[in-house]
């Protein structure tokens, strides 16, 4: 039953859509029958769908049926997930962009000899044969294998893991090796984000940096500490700046949303003297990988005929599927020792919102808590119990769930948090435990371990969080700028302007600290909006200051989930690189119709309060 | 797929009353641009939105009807018939290689919602103008759709189209 509900539900869903197109019914009915909420959308009522007014059968979301939880998770622990390992680059990269080799850069590194790499990886982006479940066929997926072309290894989805260090400057070569036929969604242009590193520029992935079939591209990663190049941190940068849980993925401008749901996604995890992989040492977490998984979760919707994975070409509102896969599987299965585990969950998108909650579907009634690290993949001072995390599209939480109590038994990580379309969750509706998305099944029959590990319970205390203007007066913003997003009736806005790459549209000042206001204008719809270079730190969201419980708002991040008719308030530095970044609404769909702006980094910045 | 999930056959007429099937006659084989609009549109924003597509249009040059079509179809085919829509065209300067469209009334409301000009939210799908404000670009036999709002700076939007050619030179940037 557990594994037909989803399909039943669409139907329902379905039947529902058409009963009220037939009915013709108007708004005041909608009102009346209680269908529609003040805010103008449908209410889910018996998996009624919001989708209703786009009418077309063949427009909503109808996967084939697939059995849950027969197929193990892909794990670096296992093998199942790739771990990228270094290789000899021939010709040897150089701070110039080698354009007669077929480099697709155009502009040289800007700290290649400030921090010359010390490892050298290739990665290859092609296309490939994936399994996503047995119940389905084999899916022509784009992804990235690991080391160069001639290597000829098969790709995976998520791409392979890289494990990198802080000190430890990388440099990756990425091959486009992509075909021409796309098969029916994809640009074979790619430009490869990672996403919160604090990378150069011209390495950072922007969406206008993008190179073609047959071209490579140098990325450097100088894999450096925020603030290496000004006082007081100089020349190591600030240790509270230590990230962890980073990611990569396409960035092609317009065709994001397309590339990124296609396979072009993988982790980045950075370790350091604290945060060492080795529950022995530093912050004593638990080791890295055979107790610490990193889990993608990303939301498909596959073709009811041909079983193929179905990108909705012409859908502007945002798109759900109603499959969930966790590194590339549907509804897979962990097996676990009853002991700690670091996991470290991203939203992958393209436009879901989660709230993740452990299931016992035995206990329905009980509170399984565990305990956050970290916000944005950055972590927290100290771990913090939660009964749930919600996460908007590329945001990531590292959390560490202890089994021991657990034993013998089996739990699911299940989504509650009822999404009925691609604009967001904005009810915020709860559903009751056992009656949303069972995304992964945890087994808890692993032998017993020692565990080393710490306890959260203690108290450990990691990383404090760097000053603000808030927590220290002395530290002033250069410049305070608001950013209203909008809908505009055919994209998204920022400002009330649309993306255009060509312009930027203020200029930061290096090494300055800013104040940013994001506004959503409104009540239809959720954005994530994610900016590129450094984290930032929220000073308050809608009037009040950010929050350690239930939801735990506070840390460093890089996506900022902004609610229906929210306003929050950031404090962000920008230091150590120039070059033109972007700010953008990470739900995919918005950021490929506009929702996006550059900005540039200067030694002079400008003073533009609403650009 | 594709064809069969976005482009139903549906006959249509130009603003210069030929008539044409929408998959075989424009889409196929071809880069095009599609939006959607209506001459009585009480929306300030779509004369500004017109004058806008037609600078892109001369951005393009002789390109538009050599190898890039643009079309324009209406949301009020009852009013539009193929005479209004060319007074339309004409008083907007718009050059050939631009073709508006009508045709029966369930069949453009079906060609809106097939075409994705369509929002999740009722209340806001209702109005007409809020179908106005977007420009879908492709290229149909390399399988490349993506959209762009129409307002956006025309330069730009000739720009996104570049993009449709396949694989040619990295961009500088």
């Known amino acids: ?611 | 797929m594709i064809r069969d999930r976005y482009f139903p056959n549906l006959v249509l007429t130009t603003h210069e009353g030929r008539r044409v099937r929408f998959y075989d006659d424009l889409i196929k084989d071809r880069i095009v641009t599609i939006n959607f609009m209506y001459t009585q549109c009480e929306d300030g924003r779509c004369p500004l939105t017109m004058a806008n597509l037609v600078r892109v249009q001369k951005l393009l040059k002789d390109r538009v009807g050599r190898d890039i079509f643009m079309y324009s179809f209406t949301l009020t085919p009852d009013h539009d018939t193929p005479s209004v829509l060319k007074k339309y065209a004409t008083a907007y300067g718009v050059g050939p290689g631009w073709t508006f469209l009508t045709g029966k009334p369930g069949d453009m409301e079906r060609l809106r919602r097939k075409l994705g000009f369509a929002w999740a939210n009722p209340i806001k799908d209702a109005k007409k103008a809020s179908h106005t404000g977007n420009l879908r670009y492709g290229n149909e036999p390399l399988q490349l759709w993506s959209a762009c709002p129409a307002m956006s700076r025309p330069e730009w939007i000739v720009e996104s189209m570049s993009w449709l050619e396949g694989p040619k030179v990295d961009r500088a940037s």
């Open chain 1, 1 to 611: 039953m557990l594994i037909l509900r989803g399909n039943t539900l669409a139907e329902i869903a379905r039947r529902n859509r058409q009963e009220i197109i037939k009915a013709g019914l108007s708004r005041r009915d909608l009102f009346k029958l209680g269908l529609i909420t003040s805010g103008g959308y449908l209410v889910a009522k018996k998996g009624l769908s919001a989708r209703a007014s786009y009418a077309d059968d063949n427009e909503t979301c109808s996967s084939p049926p697939t059995r849950a939880f027969i197929e193990l998770l892909p794990t670096p622990r296992d093998g199942t997930m790739p771990i990228q390992t270094p290789v000899t680059l021939n010709p040897t990269p150089t701070a110039a962009p080698n354009t007669a080799a077929g480099e697709g850069r155009t502009i040289a590194h800007q700290a290649f000899t400030t921090f010359p790499p010390k490892k050298f990886y290739g990665v290859t982006q092609k296309a490939g044969q994936v399994s996503v479940s047995p119940d389905l066929p084999l899916q022509t997926l784009w992804g990235y294998a690991v080391g160069t072309p001639s290597m000829n290894n098969p790709i995976s989805v998520p791409g392979p893991l890289y494990v990198a260090r802080y000190g430890e400057p990388i440099l990756v070569r990425n091959f486009n090796q992509l075909p021409t036929n796309n098969g029916g969604f994809g640009k074979p242009s790619v430009t490869t984000h990672l996403h919160n590193g604090h990378t150069p520029s011209e390495s950072d992935g922007n969406p206008i940096d993008f190179f073609e079939i047959g071209h490579f591209y140098d990325q450097h990663y100088p894999n450096v500490l925020a603030g290496f190049s000004t006082q007081p941190f100089a020349p190591t940068g600030d240790i509270n700046e230590a990230m962890s849980t980073l990611w990569y993925h396409d960035h092609r401008v317009d065709f994001t949303s397309q590339n990124v749901y296609k396979g072009l996604a993988g982790f980045y995890l950075l370790f350091d003297q604290f945060d060492t992989g080795d529950e022995g040492t530093g912050f004593h977490l638990p080791s890295f990988p055979k107790f610490d998984i990193p889990m993608m979760f990303a939301d498909k919707c596959f073709d009811r005929r041909t079983g193929l994975l179905f990108f909705d070409l012409f859908n502007l509102d945002g798109i759900l599927g109603d499959k969930f896969t966790v590194n590339g599987k549907i509804q897979p299965v962990l097996h676990v020792s009853p002991r700690r585990y670091r996991f470290r969950w991203l939203d992958a998108g393209p436009s879901r919102f989660y709230q993740f909650f452990l299931t016992d579907l035995n206990h329905l009634s009980a509170h399984n808590l565990f305990w956050q690290i970290s916000t944005g993949g950055n972590l927290l001072p100290k771990p913090i119990q939660v009964e749930s995390i919600r996460l908007s599209v590329a945001e990531r939480a590292d959390v560490i769930v202890d089994f021991a109590p657990f034993a013998g038994r089996t739990l699911y990580i299940e989504n509650r948090l009822q999404q009925t379309d691609g604009r967001g969750a904005m009810d915020h509706v709860i559903l009751g435990a056992g009656r949303g998305n069972l995304v992964l099944q945890i087994v808890v029959d692993g032998p017993t371990v020692a565990d080393n590990s710490v306890n959260p319970a203690t108290g450990p205390q990691f990383y404090s969080l760097p000053s603000t203007s808030v927590t220290d007066p002395t530290v002033k913003p250069r410049v305070k700028r608001t950013f209203v997003f909008s809908d505009s009736d055919g994209g998204w806005q920022i400002n009330e302007r649309f993306f255009d790459g060509n312009h930027p549209r203020f200029t930061v000042q290096e090494n300055s600290a800013e104040q940013w206001t994001l506004i959503n204008d409104g009540g239809d719809w959720e954005h994530p909006i994610h900016i590129h270079l450094e984290e930032f730190q929220t000073l308050s969201i809608n009037g009040r200051p950010p929050a350690a419980s239930p939801l735990v708002t506070i840390g460093r991040q890089d996506v900022l989930r902004l609610e229906a008719d929210a306003q929050a308030t950031l404090f962000i530095r920008f230091r150590d690189f120039q070059g033109k970044y972007p700010m953008h609404c990470h739900n995919t769909i918005h950021e490929d119709h506009a929702m996006m702006l550059r900005f540039d980094v200067g030694p002079l910045g400008d003073t533009k309060q609403s650009p």
